[in-house]
């Protein structure tokens, strides 16, 4: 699923995959589950040759939940970072759980009665902070995006724009992005609709957008932005994430989902 946070004030802004993406980002919302879904993302550079890292998710139910599982991995295929999304209420703020095993850095969401408990710890060896937030109109968390896309899809369309309220644990807050100055195109030979998403007013202008690339039909195909995984210097870099139906696999199978939630998550990709 995608969201912009600042760790500190001297650190670039980043913008999250579900969506997209938050968080995001993934290739369809947890509500669209017509059937489980295995898939892959790769993420490139920005002239699309060097692969920085790829994403495989899982989409099932497991005891009635919509659930997410994603596994971030280094080029050479080791996996690195782990995510766990889960709807319990509304499709646009699920809980989620992100932990990057190379430094040890976690953040999530958590539902508690009507109120969200947000928390992320900087490394391994920190404390972990937390904060209870009230729900607020448009609120959007993690891969929850997507649904809200769908969700707004009609009233998107052309330079139509919407104000959310990002969730970002790492910043303990929300924050007021502007989605929207929808455009269709083609992409691959696919009918698409590609939208805009940043800060709204002045601040707009100054900090880095992403541009989110979607199938008519609402599956995300391409994220441009500033990333939430950071490289092996700790920053966030531009990159391109493409979700091409070419990656898709077979229907998430209960041994390969075991298997990919209790992995051990690498502390660094090889040289």
């Not at 040890?104 to 391994?124: F, I, N």
């Not at 891969?143 to 969700?151: K, M, N, Q, S, T």
């Not at 493409?242 to 660094?268: I, K, M, N, W, Y």
Request: charged share 30%.
């Amino acid at each position: 699923m995608a969201s912009i946070s600042w760790r500190n004030p001297h650190r670039r802004c980043r913008f999250a995959e579900a969506a997209l993406l938050l968080a995001v980002l993934g290739a369809c919302p947890l509500r669209a589950h017509a059937q489980d879904r295995h898939y892959l993302g790769v993420a490139s550079a920005e002239n699309g040759s060097a692969v920085r890292y790829r994403e495989e998710h899982w989409l099932f139910r497991a005891d009635g939940v919509a659930t997410r599982l994603v596994l971030y991995r280094c080029p050479s295929g080791e996996p690195f970072a782990r995510k766990l999304v889960y709807e319990r209420g509304d499709p646009a703020a699920p809980d989620f759980d992100f932990e990057d095993g190379r430094d040890g850095y976690r953040e999530g969401v958590r539902r508690e009665g009507e109120r969200w408990l947000v928390y992320a710890r900087e490394r391994g060896d920190a404390p972990m902070q937390t904060r209870l937030l009230q729900a607020v109109p448009d609120m959007v968390v993690d891969a929850g995006f997507d649904a809200y896309v769908r969700e707004h899809w009609a009233s998107l369309a052309g330079a139509a724009r919407r104000d959310i309220a990002f969730v970002m644990p790492s910043r303990q807050d929300y924050l007021r992005l502007r989605l929207g100055d929808a455009r269709d195109a083609w992409l691959d030979g696919v009918a698409v609709r590609r939208f805009r998403l940043g800060l709204g007013g002045l601040l707009g202008a100054l900090a880095p957008a992403i541009d989110l690339t979607y199938t008519m039909d609402g599956h995300l195909l391409r994220f441009e932005g500033i990333g939430t995984i950071r490289d092996e210097r700790g920053r966030h870099a531009w990159v391109r994430i493409d979700f091409p139906r070419s990656l898709e696999r077979a229907a998430p199978q209960p041994g390969e989902v075991a298997a990919a939630r209790t992995v051990s998550l690498v502390t660094r990709c090889g040289a």
